[in-house]
């Protein structure tokens, strides 16, 4: 009997996902020992902009996440995962992402999922050499689209050009939801039929309801490595719940080699804390065919929508996904995921808002037209959308621009100095000096009980009344008293 296994994304994937980034640190570290006594492959962790984020408005260092974590997970490889470039919407100067990549092994980082947004060989080739220079093995994304363009002959192409670079993986990556079951049993053949030795792991999302349908469709078809996460950080906008994939993998005969008992505790940890801290958590969804249409990624339209309503424009949502749609396909079909969905969407945006497309281009879609991104994107753009976009002073300003290549010599210089530590270098990159100082000022990472210390966490809510003076706990002829004051305690 052949046997499933899993990756876990609930740690990275699934609070990116769906609560915004929120997850602290000491969210994790009271379930970290369980989840690396289940059973997985690896455990995602980390992406690039948890670095800014967490600083920012967390005072968190991640690479003290990363530290903490590894001291607790010892058995089980810890992932990262990066894009073409650390900052999704700027080129990052190569010096600063060969220390990164340098500092995710020195942390405790072994594996790193890496993506480009137009499946371009030459940048997997660089992702997979300079990751193999620090001892960090690549997972290459080969990022699933639907268009004219992204046929199954088109991921052939692309998944032969992935093997040949022998990283340690090939992932099907479904970052919009937009597989069916009826384009995995294509497609999910088509790659393993070229991978040769390289294994293949498929990752999808449940925007559309159909994420566990498609994992099932996988398993049938040659698939033993399925990306997961655990309720309530699964479902919605997330990824498929371990627990329903491990069911039907069962279903159809196969073992999984994942210990469900030791993950309940994880799962109803994470509900204690979604209840407390207001998460809301995932949720199966209906089948959205729309969704095929404009591909937009869900925070983007919850951005729409917010952005709208501020100029009095919320009816107007609609217009705008069918923009994006139109303007997508204007571009050549890009990839909608980050940076190219902010692209496309944001200008959607403008077409609609002023009344005229192309009135107005950001210049990010100027160096978009311009090659800055590639010359499989400047030359898809359509002919006409694309001498709009450069018949304007700003494009001619534009069109010489090179991204800046300091030396590592002249980053430090920049950001500080040699006497910074490089782990603080790169926060300073990522969100400003000012807010790492901010961040080093504050309070060490706050405890949080496991769900499995009820009183605990009942005594603490208790204790955030301002209008109790006492709690008692009584338990046969035991008797425990907290008071406010100076008297915490006794019997």
């Known amino acids: ?4 296994r899993f990756v876990d994304t609930t740690l990275r994937d699934g609070h990116q996902s769906l609560w915004a980034e929120g997850m602290l640190t000491g969210m994790i570290l009271p379930i970290a020992e369980s989840m690396d006594r289940a059973g997985f492959e690896a455990i995602e ?21 990363i530290r903490l974590v590894r001291q607790r997970v010892t058995n089980t490889p810890l992932r990262g995962i990066r894009n073409r470039y650390m900052a999704g919407f700027q080129v990052t100067p190569a010096c600063a992402s060969q220390l990164w990549l340098e500092r995710l092994a020195a942390n405790g980082i072994r594996e790193l999922r890496s993506s480009d947004p137009s499946n371009t060989a030459a940048n ?9 220079q620090v001892g960090v093995a690549t997972i290459i994304n080969l990022t699933f689209s639907e268009s004219p363009k992204h046929t199954d002959d088109y991921y052939v192409t692309r998944a032969k050009q992935a093997a040949a670079l022998q990283p340690a993986r090939i992932c099907i990556k479904d970052p919009g939801a937009l597989l069916t079951p009826e384009r995995t ?29 498609c994992c099932y469709e996988a398993i049938k078809l040659g698939i033993r490595s399925i990306n997961t996460a655990i309720p309530p950080l699964a479902n919605g906008s997330s990824n498929p719940s371990l627990f329903a994939v491990a069911r039907n993998a069962r279903a159809l005969g196969y073992r999984t080699a994942i210990d469900e008992a030791v993950l309940e505790s994880v799962e ?7 209840t407390r801290e207001g998460f809301a958590p995932g949720q199966v969804r209906e089948y959205d065919g729309y969704h095929y249409r404009h591909q937009v990624p869900g925070g983007m339209i919850s951005n729409f929508r917010f952005q709208l309503s501020k100029l009095g424009m919320s009816h107007r949502v609609g217009e705008v996904l069918e923009e994006t749609a139109r303007v997508r396909e204007e571009l050549g079909y890009p990839i909608m995921v980050t940076p190219y969905s902010q692209f496309v969407g944001v200008q959607a945006a403008m077409n609609v808002i002023l009344g005229e497309r192309y009135k107005e281009v950001t210049d990010e879609l100027i160096h978009y037209a311009l090659g800055t991104w590639g010359e499989e994107e400047s030359s898809s753009i359509e002919a006409t959308i694309k001498d709009k976009i450069l018949d304007r002073p700003r494009a001619r300003e534009l069109k010489h621009w090179q991204a800046p290549q300091p030396t590592l010599v002249e980053f430090r210089a920049k950001l500080g100095g040699a006497a910074i530590p490089d782990d603080e270098l790169l926060l300073r990159y990522f969100a400003g000096q000012d807010d790492v100082e901010r961040m080093k000022s504050a309070p060490p990472v706050r405890p949080y009980m496991s769900a499995q210390q009820p009183l605990v966490l009942l005594i603490q809510e208790l204790s955030k009344k301002k209008n109790l003076r006492q709690i008692v ?9 907290f008071e406010r004051g100076e008297k915490v305690g006794g019997l």
């Open 1 to 4: 009997m052949e046997e499933i």
């Open 45 to 65: 962790l980390v992406a690039p902009s948890f670095f800014k984020k967490a600083c920012r408005e967390f005072k968190e260092d991640i690479w003290e996440r």
């Open 124 to 132: 997997w080739a660089h992702m997979v050499t300079s990751a193999n």
């Open 185 to 213: 049993r294509t497609l999910v053949p088509a790659v393993l039929g070229v991978a040769g030795a390289i294994p293949v792991e498929f990752h999808t999302h449940c925007i559309t309801g159909l994420g566990a349908l």
């Open 268 to 274: 109803k940890h994470f509900n204690v804390i979604a």
């Open 473 to 481: 706990v009584e338990r046969g002829a035991l008797s425990i008293r």
